[in-house]
Structure formats: structure tokens, C-alpha cells
């Protein structure tokens, strides 16, 4: 059975940093695609960044390019966000997905999940608030 879990989150100032931890179980977690979304209040979730199992290729969406940062632990069982120079539009739910079937594309596990919750597990999500 699939398990994600989501920490990290918190109240931040703009241009501040923040990291979250996707901490996995229950999975061959090595073989699996991850990705970060997240979805604001009366907007729908959108793909942030995903990773692929295969050589650990990444996808960022324009809105974060430059920003943010994904990366994986496979000995930990563990992705990562680290998140820099945190603007108000930030500001969301994030949530970590996951998906078998060694995906070679990260930009496709970030696109197919947005439009199909149902294509990968998913995790809690945790709240960022970027505020001063």
C-alpha cells in the first residue's frame, strides 16, 4: 500500500526558503516517478515539479524555474522541495504524488497527475503560506 507523507510547510515571509519532505512507504519507493503539486484556494492542483526513477530526470513548471529545487533519497525513501525567493502566489496546499511504471518523462508524470488525480497515490498535503 502506497503511503506518502508531506512535511515541511509553514508560515514564510516573501523571498524566503522553505523544504518539504515527501517521506514514502509501502512502495518499491527506487522505481517509482514523484512529483509536487499543489493547489490554491478556487484554483485546480497544478504539477510544481516531478522526478522520474529511471536517471532522476526532472521537469519545473515555468513558475518555478529558477526557484525551486526537486530531488530524491532513494536510501531514505525520501523527495525533497526545497523552495527559494517564496512569493504570495506561492502560497497553497502541496501535495507529493506517486507513480510505478518506471515513467521516463518527469514533465509527463507532472501533467498527466494534474489532469488525472487517479493516475498516481497521493499524499496529505501540507500548507505553505507565503505572507508578510
Known amino acids: 500500500q502506497v503511503q506518502l507523507v508531506e512535511s515541511g510547510g509553514g508560515l514564510v515571509q516573501p523571498g524566503g526558503s522553505l523544504t518539504l519532505s515527501c517521506a514514502a512507504s509501502g512502495f518499491t519507493f527506487d522505481s517509482y516517478a514523484i512529483g509536487w503539486f499543489r493547489q490554491a484556494p478556487g484554483k485546480e492542483r497544478e504539477g510544481v515539479s516531478c522526478i522520474t526513477s529511471i536517471d532522476d530526470s526532472t521537469y519545473y513548471d515555468d513558475s518555478v524555474k529558477g526557484r525551486f529545487t526537486i530531488s530524491r533519497d532513494n536510501a531514505k525513501n525520501t523527495v525533497y522541495l526545497q523552495m527559494h525567493d517564496l512569493k504570495a502566489e506561492d502560497t497553497a496546499v502541496y501535495y507529493c504524488?506517486?507513480?510505478?511504471?518506471?515513467?521516463?518523462?518527469?514533465?509527463?508524470?507532472?501533467?498527466?497527475?494534474?489532469?488525472?488525480?487517479?493516475?498516481?497515490?497521493w499524499g496529505q498535503g501540507t500548507q505553505v503560506t507565503v505572507s508578510s
Open positions: 504524488a506517486a507513480k510505478g511504471g518506471h515513467i521516463t518523462i518527469a514533465q509527463a508524470m507532472c501533467a498527466i497527475s494534474s489532469q488525472d488525480p487517479g493516475f498516481a497515490s
